[in-house]
């Protein structure tokens, strides 16, 4: 049986990211079954605003891969943000 309810996604944060909203993982609400990882930033930016001036930098990371902005997430994948490293 089909259901009408939003569906959703739970992200695991790198370390900085975790510490502005105070715990390793986030759940969003999806309106639909995938979407783009530049929509689902778009969606994180919106449910949690501490995040949100990450939401231009952060990678996003699934099945070991960075994806690109235009690249769908389907619901049931594992998915990691992480911060963008700074190195030298």
């Known amino acids: 049986m089909a259901s009408d309810a939003a569906s959703g996604l739970s992200i695991r944060l790198g370390r900085l990211l975790a510490e502005e909203v ?4 986030i759940f969003i609400a999806l309106p639909k079954q995938a979407v783009t990882v530049a929509q689902l930033r778009r969606l994180i930016a919106e449910q949690y605003p501490r995040l949100q001036s990450w939401m231009d ?7 070991g891969r960075v994806l690109d902005s235009s690249e769908a997430i389907p619901v ?3 998915v990691v ?3 963008p490293q700074a190195g030298g």
């Open 81 to 83: 943000l992480l911060p």
């Open 22 to 25: 105070g715990r390793p993982f």
């Open 57 to 63: 930098h952060v990678l996003v990371v699934a099945e």
């Open 76 to 78: 049931g994948r594992q």
